[in-house]
T-cell receptor, first 115, second 116 residues
C-alpha cells in the first residue's frame, strides 16, 4: 500500500520569507511524486512532479521540491512567499502498476502568508 | 484550451434521493478519475477509467455509488439513496494515457453536494 503524510495542518509565514511544506511518503517501489495547490472554491492545480532524474524539481509560480529517497520526503519550497500563495497544498504519490494509476493524496497543508 | 468541466457546480438534495454528477474531461485525455473531498479531509479516490479497460472501482465506498463513461469521454457519477455522509465536494480529473503513471492529472472545479 502507498501512503502520504503531511505532518503540518497549517503553515504560517510572513510575506517575503521562505516557505516550506513538508511531505513524506511510503511506497513499495519507485515513487512518482506530485504537488497540487487548491485555491478557495477551486479545483486542484498541478504545481510540479518528480518522476526520475534530478532530485530538485522546479515547477509553477516559483515553487520547487526536493526528492530525498533516504528520508522518503518530497518537501515543497518557495524562497520568498507571496500573500497570493495562501492556499491548500496537497502532496500525492503514485507507484507504477500495470493495473492502475490512482494517486494517493496527503491530508493537505493550509498555507497562510501574512503581509 | 478548455479544461475539465463539471456540472452542476452545486447540488442540494434530500436524503434518499438519487443524484447524477457529470464530468467532461480534457479532449484527448483517455484517463478519467473521480475523487471525493470531505470537509476538513483530504482527497479520497473513488474510481478510475482508462480507455476501454474495465474501470478500477476499488475506491467506491458502497454499492450506492456507480459511475460510467460513455464513448470514452463524458463520465457520470451516480449516487443512489443519498445519505448525509455523502455530502462532500466531488472532483473529477483527467490525464493523458500511459501505463507509466507519470502524467499529471488535471482537475475540474468540483461539484459541491449537500444532502439535507
Amino acid at each position: 500500500a502507498q501512503s502520504v503524510a503531511q505532518p503540518e495542518d497549517q503553515v504560517n509565514v510572513a510575506e517575503g520569507n521562505p516557505l516550506t511544506v513538508k511531505c513524506t511518503y511510503s511506497v513499495s517501489g519507485n515513487p512518482y511524486l506530485f504537488w497540487y495547490v487548491q485555491y478557495p472554491n477551486r479545483g486542484l492545480q498541478f504545481l510540479l512532479k518528480y518522476i526520475t532524474g534530478d532530485n530538485l524539481v522546479k515547477g509553477s509560480y516559483g515553487f520547487e521540491a526536493e526528492f530525498n529517497k533516504s528520508q522518503t520526503s518530497f518537501h515543497l519550497k518557495k524562497p520568498s512567499a507571496l500573500v497570493s500563495d495562501s492556499a491548500l497544498y496537497f502532496c500525492a504519490v503514485r507507484v507504477f502498476k500495470a493495473a492502475g494509476n490512482k494517486l494517493t493524496f496527503g491530508g493537505g497543508t493550509r498555507v497562510l502568508v501574512k503581509p | 484550451g478548455a479544461g475539465v468541466s463539471q456540472s452542476p457546480s452545486n447540488k442540494v438534495t434530500e436524503k434518499g434521493k438519487d443524484v447524477e454528477l457529470r464530468c467532461d474531461p480534457i479532449s484527448g485525455h483517455t484517463a478519467l478519475y473521480w475523487y471525493r473531498q470531505s470537509l476538513g479531509q483530504g482527497l479520497e479516490f473513488l474510481i478510475y477509467f482508462q480507455g476501454n479497460s474495465a474501470p478500477d472501482k476499488s475506491g467506491l465506498p458502497s454499492d450506492r455509488f456507480s459511475a460510467e463513461r460513455t464513448g470514452g469521454s463524458v463520465s457520470t457519477l451516480t449516487i443512489q439513496r443519498t445519505q448525509q455522509e455523502d455530502s462532500a465536494v466531488y472532483l473529477c480529473a483527467s490525464s493523458l494515457a500511459g501505463q507509466g503513471g507519470y502524467n499529471e492529472q488535471f482537475f475540474g472545479p468540483g461539484t459541491r453536494l449537500t444532502v439535507l
